[in-house]
C-alpha cells in the first residue's frame, strides 16, 4: 500500500481501487479494515475520485466483515456512511432485520439511536418484519404502531387479531389459529391498539379503515363505557344509546373475509342488541316516562336497529320476541 500512496501522492488521479485493495497490505483479501479507514482519510484530503460502485463495495464489504465477527453495531455505523439515502437506509435496515431482537435490548438501541442517530423508525421497521416471520402477530402490530406504519398495523389487527380477540373476550386462553399457536390478549388489549389509530391526522391514509378499525374502535369504547355504567347518569345513558343506534346500523359493513369474521361480527351484534336492551330497561323503570318525545315507545324504536343487525337466525328471533314482550308490557301499563 505505501507504494500507491507515494503513487497518488506524485499522480493524484491514480486509481484508488488499486490503492485500497486489501491485496496490497495483507494476505487475507478478505479483510477490509484498513482499506476503509485509508478511504476514510483520503477523502478527509480531497483524494474522491473512487467511483461510486467501489465506493458502495468497499462499504457493503467492509460491514460485512463487522457483522460476521459479531460487531454489528459497528457495521451498522460504516454502512451509515453511504452517500445514497435510499442506499443506506436499505442496509442498514438489513442488518437490524439480522441482529435485532424482539426483546428490547436497552442498551443497543440506545447506542444506535443516541450514538449513531439511527432513526427508531428503522429499528421498530425491523423488528415488525421479525415478528412477522416468527408469526406473531401481536409484536407485529405493535411495533408498526411504534414505526407509524398505520396501514400495516391496521391490516394486521384487522385480518390476524380483531377476531380472535373478540371471540375470545376477556378470557385469556390458546387457541390454534391460522395455522400456529397464539397466546390471545383481552379486548382491552385490541383497544389499546386501535387508540392511536382512531386520530383523524391518521385514519384518514388508512385503507378501510371505516369499514374495519373504526367500526371495532367505536364498538371496544362502548362496550368499555357500559362496563362503568352509572344508571343515575342518564345524560350518559342517552349519549350510549344514540352511539349503540349508529353502531348497529354499521357492523353488517364490518369486512369479513373469513369464517373467523363472520364469527366476530355476530358476536358483536349480539353484544350491541345486549346493550340495547339493557339501556332500554334502564328508561323503562316505574318512575320513568316510557314515552319517547314522538309518541312511540322505547322497544319500538329500537326494532328496526336490531332487526338490521347480522346475527344467526334463531338468535335474531330472540332477541325480537324479547322487543315485542317489553313492546306489550309498556302498552298494557
Known sequence: MSFHLLKLYADRLHRLERTLSPATHTSHLLDYGISWFVHLMLRAVYYVHLPA??????????????????L???????????????????A???V??????????????????EKLHVPAKWIYEAKALIAQYDRIPEKEAEFCLKA???????????????AAYIISGRRRFLVLLSGFRRFLGNED?????????????????IFDWSEGGEILFHYLSIKKEMMALD??????????????????????????????????????????ASYLKSLLFLEERPDEDVILD?????????????AGLPMPEDYALSELRALTRSYIRGLVT
Open 72 to 90: 454489528w453495531k459497528w457495521a451498522v455505523f460504516v454502512l451509515l456512511h453511504l452517500v445514497d439515502s435510499a442506499d443506506r437506509q436499505r
Open 294 to 306: 314522538d309518541g312511540s315507545l322505547p322497544s319500538l324504536s329500537l326494532t328496526p336497529y336490531i
Open 53 to 70: 460502485y467501489s465506493y458502495v463495495a468497499l462499504q457493503n464489504d467492509f460491514a460485512a466483515q463487522l457483522e460476521s465477527l459479531g
Open 96 to 113: 437490524l432485520v439480522r441482529q435485532c431482537s424482539l426483546n428490547e435490548n436497552e442498551d443497543d438501541e440506545a447506542f444506535l439511536i
Open 92 to 94: 442498514v435496515q438489513q
Open 148 to 162: 407509524g406504519l398505520w396501514n400495516a398495523a391496521h391490516e394486521v389487527i384487522m385480518k390476524k387479531l380483531a
Open 231 to 272: 344508571e343515575g347518569d342518564q345524560e350518559l345513558v342517552e349519549r350510549l344509546r344514540e352511539q349503540l343506534k349508529l353502531l348497529c346500523t354499521r357492523v353488517k359493513d364490518l369486512s369479513c373475509d373469513s369464517l373467523e369474521d363472520r364469527l366476530c361480527q355476530s358476536e358483536i351484534s349480539k353484544k350491541c
Open 189 to 205: 388489549t385490541l383497544l389499546n391498539m386501535l387508540t392511536p389509530l382512531a386520530d383523524d391526522d391518521r385514519n384518514c391514509d
